[in-house]
């Protein structure tokens, strides 16, 4: 691998002499890999999941964070649904995406800044219904959500 000028010679990596920011590290943390079918004609949370914990590494040059979910399979559009990402540390939401049809996936703004202040916290996201279904058996799915952190590195 080389760059303007400079040479990685037998697998070392002169950080001093590459360009700034030249290393771009993309870490993300998976709060739920599978789907899971919950109902919608009533309010409250439906899902929570494990816990996860943002470490000071995590957040060191951090440059861009983003919070994405998906919820699928709604089987109407009278239902408000909410996918949040929870500080459990400190007991506080920090954000949601609202899911009202079949969204697929949600993407959050940048939230780095944010992220930056929730090292050696722990984080797990809740899907909760806001505005319940009048359709009796209402349901749909949760395909899961991450948390993308994109660091530069030197």
């Keep these: 691998m080389t760059f303007p000028g400079h040479m990685i010679i037998r697998g070392t990596l002169p950080t001093d002499r590459l360009p700034s920011k030249a290393i771009k590290i ?5 709060f739920f890999e599978t789907y899971k079918v919950f109902d919608i004609d009533s309010t409250g949370t439906k899902i929570q999941t494990s816990q996860q914990k943002i470490e000071e590494d995590d957040v060191e040059n951090l440059e861009e964070a983003y919070f994405e979910a998906s919820v699928t399979n709604i089987t109407v559009t009278d239902a408000v649904i909410r996918v949040v990402l929870r500080n459990n540390t400190d007991a506080t939401d920090i954000l949601s995406l609202t899911f009202t049809s079949d969204n697929w996936w949600e993407r959050s703004a940048n939230i780095a800044d944010t992220i930056k202040n929730l090292a050696n916290r722990l984080l797990s996201v809740e899907v909760r219904v806001s505005t319940a279904s009048s359709t009796a ?8 959500a991450r948390l993308v952190l994109i660091r530069r590195l030197p």
Aim: glycine letters at 16%.
């Design 26 to 30: 993309v870490h993300r943390i998976h």
């Design 137 to 144: 058996g209402a349901q749909a799915r949760f395909n899961g």
